[in-house]
């Protein structure tokens, strides 16, 4: 019993001077330790119709590209990134389609079978709180689902 109190004890004198400590460094006007929220983050959920491959995707954030992903699943699943610092403030988000399908080049016997690669993409979250009205961009994309690599689905923020 005696040494389980002493490993308590000590337990509580080590919380005790490690937040001292930290309250040091991080407080005051000169602060030697400034510790910074995380940055932004963006949620969505997507899905992926696979022809010759599953479809590969790429996540821009005021045009700088932050994440590529290939959707390896037809069911709907959800995608976290945290936005890097050095983007700034989010004022456009887009998703393209990197892989491109196209049924019209592909052999005449096989166009009646043939089936787009599509990325389908629901709900989209910036620091929960849900972000509507994207605009799709392309032959054949739509705010909902995205075929061509020429273009892709942007939300505007703060508009």
């Known amino acids: ?18 937040g001292a400590a930290a309250y040091a460094l991080t ?27 599953w479809p590969e995707m790429a996540v821009s954030v005021n045009g700088e590209e932050i994440a590529v992903l290939t959707v390896d699943n037809q069911v709907r699943r959800e995608f976290t990134f945290e936005v890097p610092r050095s983007v700034g403030e989010v004022k456009t988000i887009e998703v393209r389609m990197t892989s491109d399908t ?38 054949g994309n739509f705010p909902w689902s995205v075929v061509s690599s020429e273009g892709g689905v942007t939300w505007t923020i703060g508009d």
């Open 1 to 18: 019993m005696a040494a389980t109190r002493t490993k308590w004890i000590a337990l509580a004198a080590v919380v005790v001077v490690a």
């Open 27 to 53: 407080s005051g006007d000169r602060p030697i330790i400034r510790i910074t929220p995380s940055g932004n983050v963006i949620k969505f959920e997507a899905a992926g119709i696979q022809y010759t491959g």
């Open 102 to 139: 196209n049924c019209r080049e592909a052999l005449f016997l096989e166009v009646h079978t043939c089936t787009n690669r599509t990325l389908i993409l629901r709900k989209f979250w910036l620091n929960d709180e849900q972000i509507n009205d994207p605009v799709a961009t392309g032959e």
